[in-house]
């Protein structure tokens, strides 16, 4: 995909979610019925349930791309990896800003060490280690390739935030949009959901988009750089050099 095509998809997608993240905060303050047991503290739910959601994908992402990275060792496809980690950890941060909110609230504390908090800490802690990483050693490629074995053992984590509720005691309630019988909500909660949720992924992709074009653009940079200088670029990873 060229540059150009990179910046106007991420352009293009960024208006759509951002239009759609207008149109789901009407819904939440002025549509969506109250639930009846938590009253309008409830509300939270369509920010930080969307927003695990799309962190969820993003290092889904990040794992995909480090894999293919470790098999055929291709630049762009770092790149990738790199943006889509960069886009989970903000999601991250949204997911554990709105949860600490809904628990004062809900649970009466800022913070409690039940399963599914303590595993999402423990993920946003692991892609922080991603970026560490990748600037822990002198040579770029092995940076690249560690920061790679990170990305695929933290999305390992992914499946048991999603089952801790099931598997452990804890506070958290029990599922009740990803189930194998259907959501268990009212539509227009449900439609709430949705809505948040294609909204956030639009503008997670724009991101996502947007951050992948820099980092190739920064990469032509260097080589150029480098040539300046009267120097060879070095290959890419996966090339052999002439």
């Given at each position: 995909m060229s540059l150009r095509a990179v910046r106007w998809g991420g352009i293009g997608l960024g208006v759509l979610g951002v239009?759609?993240?207008?149109?789901?905060?009407?819904?939440?303050?002025?549509?969506?019925?109250t639930e009846a047991s938590m009253g309008i503290v409830q509300r939270i739910f369509y920010?930080?349930?969307?927003?695990?959601?799309?962190?969820?994908?993003?290092?889904g992402i990040v794992a995909i791309?480090?894999?293919?990275?470790?098999?055929?060792?291709e630049e762009k496809v770092d790149h990738a990896a790199r943006a889509a980690?960069?886009?989970?950890?903000?999601?991250t941060t949204i997911v554990l800003t709105s949860g600490p909110l809904w628990a004062r609230l809900a649970w009466g504390t800022w913070w409690t060490w039940e399963p599914r908090?303590?595993?999402?800490?423990?993920?946003?802690?692991?892609?922080l280690g991603y970026f560490l990483v990748r600037s822990s050693t002198e040579?770029?490629?092995?940076?690249?390739?560690?920061?790679?074995v990170v990305g695929i053992v933290g999305a390992l984590n992914i499946p048991l935030?999603?089952?801790?509720?099931?598997?452990?005691?804890?506070?958290?309630?029990?599922?009740?949009?990803?189930?194998?019988?259907?959501?268990?909500?009212?539509?227009?909660?449900?439609?709430t959901v949705f809505t948040a949720l294609g909204a956030w992924t639009l503008v997670f992709l724009s991101l996502f988009l947007l951050r992948y074009g820099v980092a190739r653009l920064?990469?032509?940079?260097?080589?150029?750089?480098?040539?300046?200088?009267?120097?060879?670029?070095?290959?890419?990873?996966?090339?052999?050099?002439?």
């Open positions: 239009g759609l993240t207008i149109l789901f905060h009407w819904q939440v303050f002025f549509w969506v019925p920010i930080h349930l969307p927003a695990a959601w799309v962190a969820f994908f993003a290092f791309c480090s894999a293919v990275y470790l098999w055929l060792g980690a960069e886009g989970g950890m903000i999601f908090l303590t595993l999402t800490l423990l993920l946003w802690f692991i892609y040579n770029r490629e092995r940076g690249r390739k560690f920061a790679a935030i999603h089952m801790s509720v099931l598997w452990f005691r804890s506070l958290h309630p029990q599922p009740v949009v990803a189930r194998t019988d259907g959501p268990q909500l009212h539509p227009d909660m449900a439609t920064e990469a032509q940079a260097e080589r150029r750089e480098a040539e300046g200088r009267g120097m060879a670029p070095s290959p890419q990873p996966g090339m052999t050099a002439p």
